[in-house]
């Protein structure tokens, strides 16, 4: 997959997990959808490397999706962590 596609589906990713943890966070719309992006790379690395499932698999590969999800969830976790929920 190309950089512009793991972009895309960092975009979505971010997308997806912000609305598996609704809230407010502390840097708005282009801070979730940064973490997404970070997380899709993040996800799709962990997966290349430990789980032994090859980046360059195509856009709709599920476990592609999985990956670069489950990454922007831990990610967005890891945030409001650090910097605060605002759902208080």
């Known amino acids: 997959m190309s950089i512009i596609a ?29 973490i997404g992006i970070a997380g899709a790379f993040i996800g799709g690395w962990i997966s290349a490397r ?6 360059t698999k195509s856009f709709y590969d599920g ?3 999985a990956a670069a999800i489950g990454g922007s969830l831990v990610l967005l976790i890891i945030y409001r962590i650090l910097f605060g929920n605002s759902r208080d």
């Open 6 to 34: 793991w972009i895309i589906l960092g975009l979505l990713a971010g997308a997806i997990a912000k609305l598996l943890l609704p809230g407010r966070d502390p840097g708005g719309f282009i801070g979730t959808t940064l």
């Open 50 to 55: 430990w789980l032994h499932h090859p980046i």
């Open 63 to 65: 476990a592609t999706w």
